[in-house]
């Protein structure tokens, strides 16, 4: 008899669970803790969605730190995040194929998906050669976190006064690390202004700050480059007076690959950001001044030869 007992207590339990779970979990306001829940692709997204959407939202993202977008698979239990998601982000533009998939594959009814990406080159933001990695131009941030900050309000309409607000505040903090990148890179010599990098991310960061781009070292995602690459680059790093080569955090073989090639050209190897964070560099407005000061530590002072 007690055990019948507690089965009924257990299922009194349940049904009450379930009659909570009904009330707080109407459409789109983030279950029991009232929260709208956000699920991007990239770290980078998921701080802008924080910045915008504030203490009104739950965000994850499903790359880890220092994951590289490219190549990212996802697990089991980024599918349980995308299922429960109410709103999600991600680029498009093919930049981070196995995240979108799932995302399109698993999210529930309503939930909308927004390719950041691709809503900004259909709203007229140039995308150059289909190259995807377009927030690292403040101009296109902006476009993001409007993006996101109408997405939001569309999800959370009682609650659009705060997104605006916040967003109007985010767009501020944009304004300031903008600046602050134009100053710091001014001083870099005309001669010096020039790029090799790891991968081909850096398109719009190299126009928006007016550097070049010499070489990268990785064509496309998981392709080795051949001992004639390595040559190539050497010769492009000499014949192109490059003072330093930039690897990137995320970056595998490609990493090794320029810093071969930079140690027989005799050039320093500093880092940039482009794809990933991690515990030092941990929001987009870090991400960027960080790579600011880090063209003026490396390139700032060489006469470019
Ligand atoms: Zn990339």
């Known amino acids: 008899m007690p055990r019948l007992r507690l089965v009924i207590v257990a299922l009194v339990a349940l049904a009450a669970a379930a009659v909570l779970a009904t009330a707080c979990g109407g459409d789109g306001d983030g279950g029991a803790s009232g929260k709208v829940r956000v699920v991007t692709s990239l770290p980078l997204f998921a701080d802008m969605a924080r910045e915008v959407g504030g203490d009104r939202v739950d965000v994850t993202a499903l790359l880890p730190a220092g994951a590289d977008p490219h190549t990212f698979e996802p697990s089991p239990r980024d599918v349980r995040s995308v299922a429960e998601a109410d709103v999600l982000f991600a680029n498009g533009l093919d930049l981070e194929p196995g995240a979108v998939k799932i995302m399109e594959t698993n999210r529930k009814d309503g939930a909308p998906l927004v390719l950041l990406g691709e809503r900004a080159e259909a709203d007229g933001v140039q995308v150059i050669n289909g190259n995807p990695h377009l927030w690292l131009d403040l101009a296109n941030a902006r476009e993001y976190a409007r993006l996101i900050a109408g997405a939001l309000m569309t999800a959370d309409p ?51 700050l007016g550097f070049e781009i010499v070489a990268f070292v990785a064509q496309g995602p998981g392709q080795e480059p051949s001992p004639e690459d ?18 990137e955090p995320q970056a595998g073989s490609e990493g090794r690959v320029l810093e071969q090639a930079a140690a027989d050209a005799g050039v320093q190897v500093c880092t940039l950001y482009s794809d990933s964070l991690d515990d030092e560099v941990k929001t987009y407005i870090d991400l960027m001044r960080f790579d600011a000061d880090e063209l003026a530590r490396c390139l700032g002072g060489a006469d470019g030869g």
Do not use: C
Not at 183 to 207: C, G, L, M, N, W
């Open 158 to 208: 009682r609650q659009s006064e705060w997104y605006a607000n916040d967003y109007r505040l985010y767009l501020q903090a944009l304004d300031s690390v903008d600046a602050y990148a134009k100053q710091t890179v001014a001083a870099i010599p005309e001669t010096s202004r020039k790029f090799v990098t790891t991968h081909d991310a850096f398109t719009y960061f190299a126009q928006y």
């Open 230 to 247: 390595v040559a190539d680059l050497t010769r492009a790093i000499r014949d192109e007076h490059v003072p330093a080569v930039f690897t």
